[in-house]
C-alpha cells in the first residue's frame, strides 16, 4: 500500500496543476476566440482596401466597426478619438488655457456671453455682448463654433490679438491677451434665497466639484444659512469620487452611498460615507430627466437614507460604470463593467437593450403632495423598495423623486426666439444703451431683483425683433409665456452685470421646482428625524 503521507499531498499538487491547466486551456480558447474574429475583421478590411471601387480610408472604417462593436454592447460604452478625448480631458480636468470666456457665435458674429471670472479677458475689460470681428487680424466673421476653441484657446503665455465692436462706441478696440489657465467651475452659484435657506447649483461632477461644493457650503453658512437647497438639474454627472464625497458631506460616517455589481469581482466595490460637517443641516434636492450618474448616486444616497426630499422629475436612469482604456494612437474606448445600485438595492440604470433605451416605465403620478408615494404602488410595474427610514420608493431605473413638479413647456412662439437666441440679442442691444444707469441704480443683483421691471415696450421690442427674423407674432402663446419672457430678459441682464449667480437669482422666481423645495424644506427637516 502507499504511504498515506506520500499519497495525500501528491492528490492535492495533481488537482491544484489540472485547475491551473485547465484555466490555461479556458484562456487559450477564449484568446482562440477573440483571435478568430480579429483575423476575420483584418481580411475583410483587407479585401475592402483592395477591391473596392474607391478609395477607402481604413482609419475612418476601422472607428466606425469599433463604434459599431460598442453599440451592440450598451449606450454607454463608447470610442473616443484621440481629438475628442483633449476635448473631454479638459472639461473635467477643471480648467483649460486661452482667453477666458464663453462666447456664442450669433448672425454669424462671434460674441462674448460672458467673461469668465478672474480670466485674462475679464481682466482687460472685456464685456458681455462685445463683438469678437478680427482674430490676429483675420476676420471672424461666420467662424463655427467648433473653429473658435482652435483660434482663442492655448498655451499659457502666448498671445492673441482681439478687435471687438462694443455696441455705443465708433470704434473698433483692439485687446491682446495673454492666454492663462482658465478655471471651469461646476459650482455655478450659491447664495441666500430668503432669511436661512441657501441655494447650491452644480452643473457637472468635474475634478475639483468638492471642493468647491464644501466652499459654498461654508460660505453659505457664514451669511446664516440653516438649510439648504442643492440643484442638480440637467447635471450629466462625472467622476464618481467627487459624488461620493459630496454624499458624505450630508451622511455620517459608515452610510453606505452606492455600490457595483459585476461580472468581474475585482470591480465591484462599495463606497461608504467617511462622515461630513454637513449631516445636521435639511436638505432638499432638485433633479430632472437630464441629472445622470453621479448626480443620481447623491440623490439616491440621500433619498435612501431619509437623508432629504427629492423633488423635481424622474432622473435620466444612467447607473452603468465605465473603465477607460486608452489605444496605442492616443484615442479611447470606454467599457461598462459594471452596474451602480443605490444603498436600499434600487438600479439606477433604466432599462437598455444593446445602444437602445428601451421605454421606460412611467408612473402615473400626481403634482406635488405624493410625499409617500402610497398612490402610486398599486399601479406601477416598477420594483417597490423601501428606505431605511421605512417610506416607499421605486427601482427600475433613475431616481423617482419625492415630489413630483413638472415644468410648463414653452409653446411654438416662445421656443422660436428662443431658437434663434433672441432673447440673448434684445437684451444685448439693451445693455448697450442702459448698462450704466443699471449699474449706478443697483449695487446688487438683490437690489435689482426687487427694484426693476421689464416694461411693456420692452416687451414690444422683442416682439418686433422676432418678426424681423420671420417669427411670426402668437398673441396666445405670447400671453400664454409672458412670465417665462419676463424672467428670461431680466435674468439676462442680471448675469450682464453679476454672473451667474444674479442669472439664477432673478430666474428660480418663476422656477416652480424651485419654489416647490423652498416650501418643502420643513418637511425635509422633519424627515431627518426618520
Wanted: no cysteine; proline share 3%.
Amino acid at each position: 500500500m502507499f504511504n498515506k503521507k506520500i499519497v495525500i499531498p501528491v492528490i492535492i499538487i495533481l488537482t491544484v496543476v489540472s485547475i491551473f491547466i485547465g484555466m490555461k486551456i479556458q484562456d487559450a480558447i477564449s484568446d482562440d476566440k477573440v483571435s478568430d474574429q480579429v483575423r476575420k475583421f483584418g481580411e475583410v478590411l483587407n479585401l475592402t482596401s483592395r477591391y473596392y471601387v474607391d478609395n477607402v480610408d481604413t482609419q475612418k472604417l476601422t472607428e466606425s466597426a469599433i463604434k459599431g462593436m460598442l453599440d451592440e454592447l450598451d449606450p454607454h460604452s463608447i470610442y473616443i478619438s484621440s481629438d475628442q478625448l483633449k476635448r473631454v480631458n479638459e472639461e473635467f480636468q477643471g480648467s483649460f488655457e486661452g482667453i477666458g470666456v464663453e462666447f456664442d457665435v450669433i448672425n454669424d458674429t462671434l460674441t462674448v456671453v460672458s467673461p469668465i471670472s478672474g480670466g485674462p479677458s475679464e481682466k482687460l475689460g472685456i464685456l458681455a455682448g462685445d463683438k469678437i470681428v478680427k482674430i490676429d487680424d483675420v476676420s471672424s466673421v461666420k467662424i463655427t463654433r467648433e473653429d473658435v476653441p482652435k483660434k482663442l484657446r492655448g498655451p499659457k503665455g502666448t498671445k492673441v490679438k482681439l478687435d471687438i465692436v462694443r455696441l455705443g462706441m465708433n470704434e473698433t478696440l483692439e485687446f491682446t491677451v495673454i492666454r492663462d489657465k482658465i478655471p471651469l467651475y461646476s459650482v455655478d452659484a450659491s447664495f441666500i434665497i430668503n432669511e436661512n435657506v441657501g441655494y447650491i447649483k452644480v452643473s457637472r461632477f468635474a475634478a475639483t466639484t468638492y471642493d468647491e461644493f464644501v466652499a459654498a457650503m461654508n460660505k453659505l453658512k457664514g451669511e446664516g444659512m440653516k438649510k439648504v437647497i442643492l440643484d442638480l438639474r440637467s447635471n450629466p454627472g462625472g467622476f464618481l469620487d467627487q459624488a461620493f464625497k459630496m454624499a458624505s458631506e450630508f451622511l455620517p460616517a459608515g452610510k453606505k452611498i452606492v455600490y457595483t455589481k459585476s461580472r468581474i469581482k475585482e470591480f465591484e466595490e462599495t463606497y461608504n460615507s467617511s462622515g461630513g460637517k454637513f449631516t445636521d443641516i435639511p436638505l432638499v434636492v432638485l433633479v430632472n430627466e437630464g441629472s445622470a450618474s453621479a448626480s443620481e448616486i447623491v440623490s439616491g444616497a440621500v433619498q435612501d437614507w431619509d437623508r432629504g426630499l427629492i423633488v423635481g422629475e424622474t432622473t435620466f436612469g444612467k447607473g452603468l460604470v465605465q473603465r477607460q482604456f486608452e489605444i496605442s494612437d492616443g484615442s479611447a474606448v470606454r467599457v461598462t463593467t459594471a452596474r451602480y445600485y443605490t444603498p436600499t438595492g434600487r438600479t439606477i440604470q433604466k432599462p437598455y437593450e444593446g445602444g437602445k433605451y428601451k421605454n421606460t416605465m412611467q408612473l402615473d403620478t400626481l403634482e406635488g403632495d405624493n410625499f409617500s408615494h402610497d398612490k402610486d404602488t398599486k399601479d406601477t410595474t416598477r420594483p417597490v423598495f423601501k428606505t431605511f427610514g421605512g417610506r416607499t420608493v421605486f427601482g427600475g431605473g433613475g431616481i423617482t423623486p419625492d415630489y413630483f413638479v413638472r415644468l410648463d413647456t414653452l409653446t411654438k412662439y416662445s421656443v422660436q426666439l428662443r431658437r434663434l437666441n433672441l432673447i440673448y440679442e434684445y437684451t444685448e442691444k439693451y445693455m448697450g444703451n442702459n448698462r450704466k444707469n443699471i449699474e449706478n441704480k443697483y449695487t446688487n443683483y438683490r437690489e435689482f431683483i426687487n427694484g426693476f421691471t421689464v416694461s411693456d415696450d420692452m416687451l414690444d421690442n422683442l416682439v418686433e425683433l422676432g418678426k424681423s427674423r420671420d417669427i411670426s407674432f402668437d398673441q396666445s402663446g405670447f400671453n400664454i409665456d409672458k412670465k417665462f419672457l419676463i424672467t428670461s430678459i431680466k435674468a439676462q441682464i442680471a448675469r450682464d452685470i453679476w454672473g451667474n449667480e444674479g442669472f439664477y437669482a432673478v430666474f428660480m422666481l418663476s422656477d416652480e421646482q424651485v419654489m416647490k423645495g423652498v416650501s418643502l424644506i420643513e418637511e425635509a427637516t422633519k424627515l431627518m428625524k426618520l
